[in-house]
């Protein structure tokens, strides 16, 4: 009966320090004081906000009654915080901030893709010397559950491959042209106007952001550590419109996908414009929502879809991370979820596949001159690089036009011998301007 | 440092008892062998099946080199189980075998979603009582981990509204008839034929299994105790064929849907028939698949998509209960995730509707007479009653009928003022059967 006594007597607060007070700082505040007593009971006890660290207030978020410092290091530092959330975003104060709670003996909760993706191995490690945990469910697709799910929900799954629709921005603009028929440059411009891009958008539409998130959830996923500079990426900047109607005919949607796949040789890790089937679920995730599509050996196909961005959506899951920390707060380390995924020296997943050795399945776009014999030309140098061809479509020339739209689509091949192919295809005389290539996934 | 020494001891394995070895016990025992390696590592410790209760062997699954009893109370009582995995089914023997298991201590895994809508209430006070854990994941939507996701990846907000497609023999019915033009009853023979479906299908069909779901999923989600004798229930058998082409022309698709909302006035629990806008994507959820729609304050709507069946499915939702739990063992009962989302005494969330409160708004299909007077004689009733009609379509007669198919779509409507208005419409001299009523529900 001692532990029944136990779980009578009330639990003391746990208390939380969060540091930065842009948007997700501000919704996490602002849904942390609203929704007090459902995250009390989830939890079990209470959790008060003590500390938040900000350089400058935000007219969104009614901090009066709170303890707000303008010296972040004061809430990593504070021996009355025992969980520090990192809302400050970037790399380089914010892993010096993580490092600092860290070794005051602080719980991390973060939204900050890019410091897990680039600095978690580190800070994985120091923080299982410590026996402390970080956490960050906010860090991909937002609000949607998709770390939890990975790492415990389907736990009892090898994983076979992942594919995910993880930036808001680059859908949203992918979207537009299909349903608008705009060109990528107007789309952008739109996204901007709406505050969904950045003024400078380089990392939504290059699929910065999607390879940082890939490789988190990857690593969850194989249980690998997080490899960020083994990540293949190609935006879509060039991306256009002709494109996305050929695909549409052939029965494909063009989206920005984040694929992490488990073959033989290693796990393929890719960012780039992907044809996919209409008929898939994931096809039809629009506008600036995410969604991640996750195969197991034994769940099979599960799909996870909702906001990936926004003040309230991200807080959403900064709140769930806290929740699970707080209730853990004195449990023994390994009675926690592991960071990785993993107990300690079990991240022993395969290797990561160079790009070059990825199979996948091409569509090509050619501008051909109207003579005999391109064709045949064309299909040669695919056929000697053990290249198929699954379907050859001539297009009519558009209007005023001499060059005629050939659209090929070929069997799984070696990215390598693509290349090739490709490369060959270019230097043809009848051939104008380069080849556009967008790989084809069935994710099926 | 001691935290640290502590995770460095290598833990003694978890120690598991499976009861059935029917579809999803013999399913999770290949998983569990098949995938040991990557559970281990997700525990930190081995998970062993050190008992297996069956009455009788299943050549889907070898257990050769494993203790196969055919007592499965002996499993309940065997010192050396610490997890006991019930998946014998039914409510009677089941129940008694959880209570068994819970009384010497050990930590329950079910996927018994009957047991755990009927006599969840009494089964969690148990289990606290004794300081143990209850799991259910596999009781909702097979593989899709909508318990945690719900629990967990949502703890943050308030919960507004969740809709789920949690049949799967339902769902591919309703998909054959509108992709086949196939009636009931051929989609459900088909259904038999191929295993989606019972020799007796009236769980499924008639929307008992979806209620056992709901009622686990609206516990959660609101801080309620289970209420399955609250949960008002219809079944798809009275769906035509007629009915799924004029609700497409409107743009709707009808699935069955099981509905828990968040009003003023009380929650709402209901499953039902429903049209939804095609645009959604759950209306993309197409045959034996499973999909909840949960609408959270903070979060908006996420979708959580997978197999709601099978036998590798369900064990992989088994197993990631397992793996909750194996990694806990030793934990103070405080510190796990509470059975019921909230932390005892925190079941305080608002009462159930009574369906005659319920507000939805209304398909109606009339099968009026070709005369003059009609419709505003039906006008003038559903006035009366406070419903105003948002369309009002009349169809061509079928070939050699004279009776004229009126399709109506209402606003938004107290239950118990459309059930006036309906007897009235049935009793008109005008009117000829009984008016085909299926709810409308926007989810966005």
């Known amino acids: 009966m001692a532990k029944r006594l136990q779980t009578e007597q009330p639990r003391r607060a746990a208390r939380i320090g969060i540091c930065g007070l842009g948007t997700v700082g501000s919704g996490t505040v602002n849904v942390m004081l609203r929704n007090s007593a459902e995250i009390a009971a989830r939890c079990g006890r209470p959790v008060d906000i003590v500390q938040i660290g900000a350089r400058r207030d935000n007219p969104a978020c009614d901090t009066s009654g709170l303890n707000v410092t303008r010296e972040i290091f004061d809430v990593a530092n504070n021996p009355d915080v025992d969980i ?72 009892g799954n090898r994983i076979q491959w992942l594919a995910g629709i993880i930036n808001g921005t680059g859908n949203y603009i992918l979207t537009e042209m299909r349903d608008k028929g705009r060109s990528f440059e107007e789309a952008l411009a739109q996204a901007q106007a709406l505050g969904y891009a950045e003024a400078d958008p380089t990392f939504d539409v290059e699929g910065i952001d999607a390879a940082h998130k890939l490789v988190i959830m990857a690593s969850l996923a194989f249980a690998i550590p997080l490899a960020f500079d083994k990540v293949y990426t190609e935006g879509i900047s060039r991306i256009s419109i002709e494109d996305i109607r050929y695909a549409d005919e052939l029965g494909y949607c063009i989206k920005h996908i984040g ?41 099979g196909p599960t799909l996870y879809y909702g906001a990936g961005a926004g003040a309230e959506a991200t807080a959403s899951a900064v709140i769930a991370d806290i929740v699970d920390v707080a209730r853990t707060l004195e449990a023994d380390p390994c009675q926690r979820v592991p960071a990785a995924g993993v107990a300690e020296g079990n991240q022993d997943g395969p290797r990561v596949l160079p790009m070059e050795e990825v199979l996948t399945s091409y569509y090509l776009r050619i501008s051909a001159q109207d003579k005999p014999g391109v064709m045949s030309q064309v299909a040669k140098i695919c056929s000697d690089q053990g290249i198929s061809i699954e379907a050859l479509i001539q297009h009519e020339p558009a209007e005023g036009e001499t060059l005629v739209p050939v659209v090929i689509l070929t069997s799984r091949a070696k990215e390598a011998s693509l290349r090739e192919a490709v490369a060959q295809i270019d230097a043809l005389d009848t051939v104008e301007g380069e080849v556009v290539r967008i790989r084809v996934e069935p994710l099926g």
Do not use: C, W
């Not at 906010?138 to 790492?151: C, D, F």
């Not at 992907?274 to 050996?297: F, K, S």
């Open 84 to 155: 520090l959330v990192e809302l400050i975003g970037g790399t380089t104060v914010a892993r010096e901030l993580v490092l600092a709670a860290i070794d005051s003996g602080k719980h991390v909760v973060t939204a900050n893709k890019a410091l897990i993706a680039e600095h978690g191995n580190e800070l994985f490690a120091a923080a299982a010397e410590k026996g402390v945990t970080i956490a960050y469910e906010a860090a991909v697709a937002g609000g949607i559950p998709i770390i939890k799910s990975l790492r415990e929900g389907l736990a």
């Open 259 to 299: 694929l992490a796949r488990r073959t033989e040789a290693g796990v393929e890790l890719r960012v780039h414009p992907t044809l996919i089937p209409q008929r898939r679920l994931i096809a039809n995730v629009d506008g600036v929502m995410n969604a991640v599509l996750v195969n197991g050996d034994a769940v």
